[in-house]
């Protein structure tokens, strides 16, 4: 059973910037260790779905930081990379990348599935909000996208795993959230366990990409 999820950013700006929100991000990771899991499982967004084991290696040399971790030929995606790099010495039980066009249905049913990989499950979930959020974002900018990614933050802020299961895919996709699919995997895997108390520790936009700091515990 899911007994504690952390989400945080899968942005390489958090390496060799973005202090607080690192520093927030640390916080939700200690929170997980705290909590004692059997198992802990990176959870993030890729191209395609993939499964890793914990020491599997990444880099963000291709983002132009000199920065791996793990060991090995690096194969792992971006946001599993900046999860494993978060990790530290703490290596996970496993890494899963889940596709960023995966259904709703396949993304709560993937969640499902990990919550019930141990007895005491810990999740660290690689999402972002919107990339709309202002004129200067990477995406378009649209007015709906500050509503939805409010509706993120208050979701992860209350534990709320009805709403990140609720994301609809086609808006999520229109207004950037590249971070949908791996919020549902964290939905599904938390549904059995209403108990969870959620907290945001930090909200940020710089960019105009929403990037969010919580835990579930």
């Known amino acids: 059973m899911l007994v504690a999820a952390a989400v945080c950013p899968p942005t390489p700006l958090i ?13 939700a990771i200690e929170a997980l260790h705290a909590a004692r899991p059997d198992v802990l499982i990176v959870v993030g ?9 914990g020491g599997s290696a990444g880099t963000l040399r291709p983002w132009g930081l000199d920065v791996t971790t793990g060991h090995g030929e690096p194969v792992l995606p971006l946001s599993l990379t ?3 790099w978060l990790l530290g010495e703490h290596a996970p039980s496993g ?18 599935a990990l919550g ?7 999740l660290l979930v690689m999402a972002d909000g919107s990339a709309c959020l202002s004129p200067g974002a990477p995406g378009r900018y649209d007015e709906a996208a500050k509503p939805c990614n409010a509706m993120i933050a208050n979701a992860i802020a209350d534990a709320d795993a009805a709403a990140l299961g609720g994301l609809d895919p086609v808006e999520a996709d229109r207004l950037w959230v590249s971070g949908r699919a791996a919020l549902q995997v964290l939905a599904g895997a938390a549904t059995p366990n209403p108990a969870l108390e959620g907290r945001l520790l930090m909200e940020t936009a710089p960019y105009g990409v929403g990037y969010l700091a919580g835990l579930w515990a």
């Open 15 to 27: 390496v060799p910037a973005l202090h607080d929100l690192r520093s927030a991000c640390h916080t």
């Open 45 to 53: 967004g890729a191209e395609t779905a993939g499964t890793y084991d």
């Open 82 to 84: 900046v999860g494993r």
């Open 95 to 112: 890494l899963r990348s889940v596709a960023f066009d995966a259904t709703s249905e396949e993304c709560r049913a993937t969640g499902a």
């Open 116 to 122: 019930e990989a141990g007895e005491r499950v810990a």
